[in-house]
C-alpha cells in the first residue's frame, strides 16, 4: 500500500470507499458534497449472485469518466469538483464497486448532477460487468 | 498497415485473446476492420451487431479511416455501475 490515489477519474482494482473519494474533493470552497455509492447486490431477478467480475478499458474509461464532469460542469455551473472512481476485478456483495463523488458551494444542484453522472457513467464509460451465479454467468450491459 | 485490436467483456472471452495484431490494406475504415476481424474468427458474429467502435480512446463511426499503429477497441454493451 503506497500513498492514498488522488486522482479525480480512476479506475482501480483496490477497495474503494467514499471517504477516501471525497477527500480528493478537499476546498475550503465546499459547502456540500453528495456522494453516488454504488453497491454489489446480492440478487438480481430473482437469482442468487455469488460475485461480479467488472473489467474495463481503463485509458478509455478514466477519460470517459473526465468527460463527464465536463459535461456536468457545463450544465450547473455551480459544481465545482467531480471525483469518480470505479473498482474492476471480483467483487463480493456488498462492496463498493463505484463512487461518485461532486462537491459545490450550496446544495441545490448536487442531487440532479449525481444523478447525471452514474447514468452518464453506465451509457458511456467502457466498463463491463459479468454476473456470476451458483449456476451460470452472464454479462450484463446498462 | 497494422492495427491493434483490443477486446473486452464477452467476445473477449469468446476468443480467448485480449488483442490482436492486424493487417489490413491501407485506407480501410473501422468498419472493414470488424468484418474481417468477424470473417476471421466466426466466435465473435453473435456481438458484432453490438459492438461498437473506438479508436485510440474515442468512440468512432464505423466509416472512420484507420491509419497504420491505431488502437482499435471492439466494445461490446457497457454496464458500468
Keep these: ?142 | 498497415m497494422k492495427v491493434k485490436v483490443k477486446l473486452f467483456g464477452a467476445p473477449r472471452e469468446a476468443l480467448g485473446r485480449r488483442e490482436i495484431e492486424q493487417t489490413l490494406p491501407e485506407g480501410s475504415t473501422a468498419g472493414a476492420l470488424l468484418d474481417l476481424l468477424v470473417e476471421a474468427h466466426p466466435a465473435l458474429r453473435p456481438y458484432s451487431s453490438l459492438i461498437k467502435l473506438a479508436v485510440n480512446r474515442k468512440y468512432v463511426p464505423a466509416q472512420t479511416r484507420l491509419h497504420e499503429g491505431d488502437e482499435v477497441a471492439l466494445i461490446p454493451p457497457v454496464g458500468g455501475g
Design chain 1, 1 to 142: 500500500m503506497g500513498e492514498p490515489s488522488k486522482k479525480l477519474f480512476e479506475i482501480t482494482s483496490e477497495e474503494v470507499s467514499a471517504d477516501q473519494v471525497i477527500a480528493r474533493l478537499a476546498d475550503s470552497g465546499m459547502g456540500a458534497v453528495i456522494a453516488f455509492i454504488g453497491v454489489v447486490r446480492g440478487v438480481t431477478a430473482g437469482r442468487k449472485v455469488r460475485y461480479l467480475q467488472y473489467e474495463a478499458y481503463p485509458e478509455m474509461a478514466e477519460e470517459a469518466l473526465e468527460q463527464i464532469a465536463d459535461e456536468i460542469r457545463v450544465r450547473w455551473k455551480t459544481i465545482e469538483k467531480v471525483a469518480i472512481v470505479h473498482r474492476v476485478g471480483r467483487l463480493e456483495i456488498g462492496e463498493t464497486s463505484v463512487v461518485i463523488a461532486l462537491s459545490a458551494g450550496h446544495r441545490e444542484e448536487v442531487f440532479d448532477a449525481a444523478r447525471y453522472a452514474i447514468d452518464r457513467l453506465k451509457e458511456i464509460a467502457p466498463i463491463w460487468k459479468k454476473e456470476v451465479w451458483t449456476d451460470g454467468a452472464e454479462w450484463k450491459s446498462g
